[in-house]
Each structure stands twice: as structure tokens, then as C-alpha cells.
């Protein structure tokens, strides 16, 4: 009979005894109480004590092979990295520990004479819990917690179980208890076996208590049928072999049982039980195995394609978890259909695997391609599968997949390099526009590597000093004076050297580091400002300009509460701080964000429209929203003079803007003749680097020298004032 067989035939209870081998069992078990009859026939006394030396002895090294069974096959599924990985008394429950004794516990699930699964580990001179398959909880009512805790003193001074974990020198061995002990959870005999790495040093070991009640209760039946048997000498050979035939055939039976049912929960550990498809454990086994055979040129090539499902997140939170997971299950079929899958538990390794890694993410394992370039079809083909509408709780729902693909076909790959390799692959397809694939290769790592190392700086880049505020002046158009401040970062990295904000600010955003990058450049402006205003009341800009992150925006009353805070340190009034939000950050949360604006607007904070003309602008957004003033994108503007169709646009959207009564301004002026057609075209305000380029602090005044109006077709200059 085949060890293993396809996954989907293990998701049902384990199968039952075949007929040849319960035939074998009877057999067996016929033999040995008839050799047993013949013994005792010679001697009635000396048969007596030496059947039930024998009996016993059957039964208890039938019930110890039964649990070294049972602890060998536990021990197959713990993790050995995960397992050692897991010392401190703080990760009892954590999600390293849930997910490093989720396999016992599913065991301990699927065999119900099991009682108690747990690991252990030796510390010096004692032996200490690691991982514990009991629910936390107090069984015995004694009002101590069951549940061993991570690093917990196991102080029963068992042989057995320090032979497991290698004893005078010894390596550990598979063992187990040679007779029942009883304390106040019941009696049991426990069985040990080694917890082996990769190398096949020993990790620990596994300890499976089996409840022997059912031993003890038949130690004392064979009791009583020898005491009765010692009457009549004949009847006591037919009972002794009668009880020693059922000993030795339920043992048979029960061992097969203990070993049918480790099976199953071994292949159930290893398959995902939504889907039904392979689990990550599964899938880093046969990428591994396909590794090897590229190694020892077996296999020519192997490909991974790593799938992630485009805003998953908006399924579920819109229609529900149930929703979500039946999207899951469909999208298994799908990808099952499109691909020659072989059944990843199955006799031929070297086929097709699909596996669910969790969540949204899919990966698929292609062992049969013919050139680097067949992986690439092989992803066109599943996004084609993917791309057709799925009927959801009577709806019709669109989910299409980013995917990034690894081709591996020399000596250098590892199975967490290749799965790693991939998933950069895949953000690089997130980054390119979403349903689409994407071809690892060296450049995405060294962007990866930078896009980290700017990530790691930027937690340290504030306390260091090593960003700063620059400041590029905000002028008047008509008077050439300058009216506010923009506030910008910069970032100067001791390995990256100068990095623009257009790199490290969607990094800061991403990684949530925005929010505190924020608050510092607040407090930091508003102070400048202040000083400003001491020392140059009359050339100090009126009012200090800075950027609203959708982070920012998010934090609802929080920002209300620093902004003042802010405010009240640095002794500004509210009309002195001009916060710039797009539109894009502001429609994530219309309702939310209205509100905030409009508490803000109460304070006498001013509010700008920043980007317009860019993306998705709407009129709309212009009329609803309390904004004071609306900044042209420097994009628009660089086309002003030679292009008609840009004049156009901007004199309307000017005029729309002063209808509404807004202020309007224009970024990115970098001329005379730009400045001219904006002021001729009724434009407010500008900045670019025809004023000034973003300078420090204690450069914007002289930076920021007055501008004469434009004056008819008098160009614009600089005066020396």
C-alpha cells in the first residue's frame, strides 16, 4: 500500500484497516496466545507467573512501541527552526508560537487517546516546556493553569525521557515510559522521540502522554482470568490464551489505528484547508527537492511564480471574510485549471504545485519548463484565467493578481532566496500598474536593498539631525513680495548621500513614518516662523505653508490636538499655518476629511488645494471642500508660453478659482515671461525658482528680496532692494 496518496483523499477521517491486514493481525496475534497455551500447559505454576511476566510485558512494549510510533511521527512536525526560535517565557501564544505548535495541535485533534503533545528542551541540568498543544485552562480544579508555559520547569525525573533527550553522554533515542504513572490530570504512559534539524542535531524532543486507563484496566482483566485459572489447570490454559489472543490483537489494532491516524494528520498538516491546496511547508519541501534536481542536473530549470490578489483587502472589508474566502476558493480552481498540477503529496515530485501561502498569496512551483521564457507564458495564461469576473454572494466581483516570477537553473539558489526574489518581483508588478507580471532580476534587488536602507535611516534620520527644512518663498504676484513660505525636506543619508523627497517621502508614508517626520517638521516651521517674525517683522512671510500627508489626515482629532499644541508653544495665531492637502488624500475619506478641514478652518488654519491640474481634479471637490486657495501643478505651468491650449486652461481654472472666491497661485515659475502671463491672466500668487530656489532658514529673507510687478510688456525683475 502506498505511503502516501493524493491530498484530497485526506480530508475525511483516516481510512480504515485493509482486510489483508487485519487477517495478518488475527494471524499474529492466534500464534502468540497458542505459544503462550503451550507453555503453559508444561507447568501450571510455573505458567501462571511466567504468562503473566508475559502478558504484561506484551502488553506494556506493545503500548511502548505504540507511543515511540506516536512521538516519532509528532516529531516529523515540528519545525526545527521555528522550534528553536521559541525560548522566552513573553512568546507563550505569540503568532511564532500558534503557528510553530499548530501541527501538534491538529494531531492532537485528530487522535483522541492522546491527552497531552508538547515539546521539551534541555537547559543545563533541567528540562524545560517549549511549545504545548493544550488549550490554556484549568482541567483538574485545582486553580493552577494546565497549559505549560514556554520555559516552564518539567521536573518529573522520568529514564525515558532522559534517554529521549540523550543521557551519560549518550545522543538521544526514540523511547518511551515503562509503566503507568497517575497525578492529578490521570494515568498515562508517555512516549518520547527527538526534535532533528537539517544536519540531524538534536532540537529537543516531542512528548506524547497517551491516557493508559484502558492498559491499566487490562493488566487487572488478565489478573483476575490468571487467579481464576490457577482452580482448574485446563480452563486456565484456554482462558490464558483466549486473554493473551485479545491482548495481542487489540494492540495490533490500536497500533495501526495510532498510525493511520498520524498519517492523516500528517498530509492534513501539510495542505491548505480552505483551499485544499499545498500549505508553505509543503511547497519550500518540493522547492526544495527542485532545487536539488537542477543541482545535480536532473532538471534543467524550474520556475516560481509568486501571485498576490490586487485590493483583497476591499473584498473583505466590503462583503465580508465569508466573501473573501469563497473568492479564495474560486481562485484555487482557477489556478488548479491552468496549469498541468501534480497533486504536490503524490509519488511524482517532479510536478506542477500550486500552494496557498496565506492570505491573498498564491505561489506556483513549474518543474517542465523548456526555456526561461515559457515561465512568462505560464503567468500570461494564469492571469487570463484570473481576469474573469467572480460571482460572489450574488454579485459579480473583479480580482485580478500582480505576479513575480524567479526562473532558477544554477547551483546558487536556496528556496528562501528564490521566494524572496519573487516577492520583490511581485511588488515591482504592484509598482508597474497591478494585474500584470513581472521578471526578477539583480537591479529590482539592488532597489530593494536601497528602498530598506532608507527605510532603516529614516527611523534615525530625525534624532541624527541628518534631515532638515528647507524654505522656498510664496511672492505675490502684483507686488513681488513675499506673502508665505513652503516648507520642504531634506534628507542628507551618510551612505546614499543626497536624497530627494521624491524618493524617501512615499517610503515614509508606506512605512508609517510619515506621521512622526510630520510632527517634527510642524513644530520645526511654525518655530522658524516665529523667530522670523521676531527678528524681521516687516520682511517675514505672513504666513508658513506645509504638506498634509494622507497619514496625517487620518489621524482626525489627533492632528487637531498637535496642530494646536504647535500653536500655542510657539505662540502663532491659526491664520499664521497654511496646511496643503490633494485632492487624491482627501477623497480616501470625503466625509472624515471634511470634517477635519472644517475644524480646522474654525481654528483660523488656512487651507490649499496642492496639484491641481493633476490626476483626477474636480470641480467638485473645489466647491464642497473649504479650501482658501488652489495651487496650479508646476506641470501645467511649464507649458504657459508655448502653448495656447495651456493659457487657455490656466485663465479658466483662474477664473474658476476667484469665482469660488479662492486665492489662486502657480508653482514652478522659472521666468520673467511666465510670471508676466500669469499676472496678465489675473493669477494671485507663484513660486519657483524664479524667485528662489528652496534655501535654509537663515537664507530666506535675503533670498526673498521684493519682485516689481510686471508693469504692460515690462518684464519682471529682481530688485536690489
Known amino acids: 500500500m502506498p505511503i502516501l496518496r493524493r491530498i484530497s483523499d485526506h480530508t475525511g477521517p483516516p481510512p480504515a484497516v485493509p482486510v489483508d491486514d487485519a487477517r495478518r493481525d488475527r494471524r499474529r496475534a492466534l500464534l502468540d496466545a497458542l505459544a503462550v497455551g503451550l507453555v503453559v500447559s508444561i507447568a501450571v505454576g510455573a505458567a501462571v507467573s511466567g504468562l503473566w511476566h508475559s502478558a504484561t510485558t506484551t502488553v506494556r512494549e506493545n503500548y511502548r512501541e ?29 503568532p511564532e508560537y500558534r503557528a510553530a505548535v499548530e501541527p501538534l495541535r491538529r494531531m492532537r485533534a485528530a487522535i ?3 491527552r497531552y503533545l508538547y515539546t521539551l528542551v534541555r537547559d543545563g541540568a533541567s528540562v524545560r516546556f517549549v511549545l504545548d498543544s493544550a488549550d490554556p485552562g484549568d482541567r483538574d480544579g485545582d486553580g493552577v493553569e494546565d497549559h ?51 544536519q540531524g542535531r538534536q532540537e529537543g524532543v516531542v512528548g506524547v502522554d497517551l491516557d493508559a486507563s484502558g492498559y491499566v484496566a487490562r ?34 489494532a490500536d497500533a495501526r489505528e495510532i498510525a493511520g491516524a498520524a498519517l492523516h494528520a500528517q498530509l492534513a498538516a501539510r495542505r491548505d484547508r480552505l483551499t485544499g491546496l499545498a500549505n508553505r511547508t509543503l511547497f519550500m519541501e518540493q522547492l526544495n527537492a527542485a532545487i536539488a534536481r537542477t543541482r545535480a542536473g536532473a532538471q534543467e530549470r524550474f520556475g516560481v511564480l509568486f501571485l498576490d490578489f490586487d485590493h483583497f483587502k476591499l473584498i473583505n472589508d466590503t462583503l465580508g471574510h465569508d466573501a473573501g474566502d469563497e473568492l479564495l476558493q474560486q481562485i484555487a480552481v482557477r489556478l488548479r485549471g491552468a496549469l498541468r498540477v501534480t497533486d504536490a503529496s503524490g509519488e511524482d515530485a517532479s510536478g506542477n504545485v500550486v ?53 532558477g537553473h544554477d547551483d546558487r539558489d536556496n528556496a528562501e532566496a528564490v521566494i524572496r526574489n519573487a516577492d520583490v518581483a511581485m511588488y515591482e508588478a504592484k509598482r508597474s500598474g497591478r494585474a500584470c507580471h513581472v521578471v526578477f532580476d539583480e537591479a529590482m534587488h539592488k532597489r530593494l536593498t536601497r528602498r530598506m536602507g532608507i527605510e532603516r535611516g529614516l527611523r534615525n534620520a530625525i534624532g541624527k539631525r541628518e534631515i532638515s527644512l528647507a524654505y522656498q518663498p510664496i511672492v505675490a504676484v502684483e507686488t513681488g513680495r513675499m506673502v508665505s513660505a513652503e516648507v520642504l525636506l531634506r534628507w542628507e543619508h551618510p551612505e ?112 490649499t488645494m496642492d496639484d491641481f491640474g493633476t490626476g483626477t481634479s474636480s470641480l467638485a471637490c473645489l466647491r464642497e471642500y473649504p479650501f482658501d486657495s488652489v495651487k496650479i501643478d508646476r506641470s501645467i505651468v511649464r507649458g504657459l508660453t508655448r502653448n495656447t491650449d495651456v493659457m487657455a486652461l490656466i485663465h479658466a481654472t483662474l477664473t474658476l478659482v476667484e469665482n469660488l472666491g479662492m486665492a489662486s497661485a502657480a508653482e514652478g515659475v522659472e521666468d520673467a515671461a511666465q510670471l508676466a502671463v500669469l499676472q496678465s491672466l489675473g493669477c494671485r500668487y507663484a513660486q519657483g525658482y524664479y524667485f528662489s530656489r528652496p534655501v535654509p532658514a537663515d537664507q530666506l529673507i535675503r533670498a526673498s528680496r521684493p519682485l516689481h510687478a510686471v508693469d504692460g510688456d515690462q518684464s519682471a525683475i529682481i530688485s536690489a532692494a
Not at 156 to 172: D, F, I, M
Not at 220 to 241: D, F, K, S
Not at 554 to 581: K, M
Open 66 to 94: 505504540y507511543l515511540v510510533q506516536l512521538a516519532t511521527a509528532a516529531a516529523v512536525q515540528v519545525d526545527p527552526v521555528a522550534h528553536a526560535a521559541i525560548r522566552r517565557p513573553e512568546q507563550d501564544n505569540s
Open 496 to 607: 546614499f548621500g543626497d536624497i530627494p523627497p521624491a524618493e524617501f517621502i512615499p517610503i515614509a508614508e508606506e512605512s508609517g513614518l510619515i506621521v512622526q517626520i510630520g510632527e517634527w517638521a510642524l513644530l520645526g516651521a511654525c518655530t522658524q516662523l516665529a523667530e522670523w517674525r521676531r527678528e524681521w517683522p516687516e520682511e517675514a512671510p505672513v504666513t508658513i505653508s506645509i504638506n498634509v500627508s494622507r497619514a496625517e489626515l487620518a489621524l482626525g482629532g489627533r492632528l487637531l490636538s498637535r496642530i494646536n499644541t504647535v500653536l500655542r508653544r510657539t505662540g502663532l495665531p491659526g491664520r499664521c499655518l497654511q496646511l496643503e492637502v490633494t485632492e487624491r488624500d482627501v477623497m480616501r475619506d470625503p466625509s472624515a476629511c471634511y470634517a477635519l478641514m472644517q475644524q480646522l478652518r474654525a481654528m483660523g488654519v488656512r487651507l
Open 355 to 407: 500552494a496557498r501561502f496565506g492570505g491573498d498569496e498564491f505561489a506556483v512551483l513549474i518543474n517542465d519548463l523548456r526555456t526561461d521564457a515559457d515561465s512568462e507564458r505560464v503567468a500570461a495564461r494564469l492571469l487570463q484565467a484570473l481576469e474573469p469576473v467572480y460571482a460572489l454572494g450574488g454579485g459579480d466581483v473583479h480580482s485580478s493578481a500582480s505576479i513575480g516570477i524567479v526562473v
Open 219 to 252: 493488566l487487572e482483566a488478565a489478573r483476575r482470568n490468571l487467579l481464576v485459572g490457577l482452580m482448574p489447570a485446563a480452563l486456565m490454559i484456554v482462558l490464558l490464551t483466549v486473554t493473551v489472543y485479545r491482548l495481542r490483537h487489540k494492540g495490533f
Open 112 to 114: 483522541p487517546k492522546i
Open 148 to 198: 505549560s508555559a514556554v520555559g516552564e520547569l518539567s521536573v518529573s525525573p522520568q529514564t525515558a525521557k532522559l534517554e529521549a533527550l540523550g543521557w551519560n553522554g549518550q545522543p538521544g533515542r526514540p523511547t518511551a515510559t515503562h509503566r503507568p504513572y497517575t497525578d492529578a490530570w490521570g494515568t498515562f504512559m508517555t512516549g518520547y522521540a527527538p526534535i532533528l534539524d537539517a
